[in-house]
């Protein structure tokens, strides 16, 4: 972890200035930035009581749902192109996680704007990301809600006019207790579990420059 926080720390100077616009949606709010095509932040909560399990009669499926342009920002979020084919392997990755929505068809719908994407690796979006939204989830159900704040920064390479960061971040909030997670957006990050992986919240506001208003 010393030696991710040192990475975190040398690429954070090479990370573009942000050029932002802020989107409020049902269940998130999303700011995203027009240069580097990915937010920088969302932020929501997730309650108990929006999620719905598979015997629940409310509860609501991803099949079918897609991936689409921001209509509240679309100029900046036809971005579908740059992600059906990249070098890298880039995957769609959610910030605020499709499953949060599992109890609205509209609020899940929502998840799938690229206002709240970010190119992300299979590893990290498919397995590490993937396995802290779980976490996420069963936090809310135990304590009741959990808020979070996640984003990206630093640069890792293009994607035609997507950016792709170096690092994605995210920190939950719950029963009285802060806790942030810095990962390296590449491929080997699934050598560690999720927990490996968190650093303190200073190192995050620092290295994003962004004002995390209720840390």
């Given at each position: 972890m010393k030696r991710l926080l040192l990475l975190l720390y040398l690429f954070t100077t090479?990370?573009?200035?942000?050029?932002?616009?802020?989107?409020?949606?049902?269940?998130?709010?999303?700011?995203?930035?027009?240069?580097?095509?990915?937010?920088?932040?969302?932020?929501?909560?997730v309650k108990s009581s929006d999620l719905c399990d598979k015997n629940n009669p409310r509860r609501v499926e991803r099949k079918g749902v897609t991936f689409k342009p921001d209509p509240q920002l679309k100029k900046?979020?036809?971005?579908?192109?740059?992600?059906?084919?990249?070098?890298?392997?880039?995957?769609?990755?959610?910030?605020m996680n499709a499953a949060d929505n599992s109890c609205d068809i509209q609020q899940m719908k929502e998840s799938f704007y690229?206002?709240?994407?970010?190119?992300?690796?299979?590893?990290?979006?498919?397995?590490?990301?993937?396995?802290?939204?779980?976490?996420?989830?069963?936090?809310?159900?135990?304590?009741?809600?959990?808020?979070?704040?996640?984003g990206s920064y630093a640069y890792k390479?293009?994607?035609?006019?997507?950016?792709?960061?170096?690092?994605?971040?995210?920190i939950l909030k719950y029963n009285g207790q802060e806790v942030a997670y810095i990962f390296p957006n590449h491929h080997q990050v699934n050598a560690h579990r999720f927990?490996?992986?968190?650093?303190?919240?200073e190192s995050v506001k620092l290295a994003s420059k962004l004002d995390l208003k209720g840390l």
């Open positions: 090479v990370a573009f200035a942000q050029d932002t616009i802020t989107i409020r949606h049902q269940r998130y709010t999303t700011t995203f930035d027009t240069v580097l095509k990915y937010p920088v932040l969302v932020h929501w909560i900046y979020t036809t971005l579908q192109k740059y992600y059906s084919k990249n070098k890298g392997n880039y995957q769609r990755g959610h910030n690229f206002s709240n994407m970010t190119p992300q690796t299979k590893e990290l979006n498919e397995e590490v990301w993937g396995d802290l939204e779980d976490e996420t989830r069963r936090l809310a159900k135990q304590y009741g809600q959990v808020e979070v704040w996640c390479e293009k994607m035609g006019d997507v950016t792709v960061p170096m690092f994605c971040w995210k927990n490996y992986y968190q650093g303190p919240i």
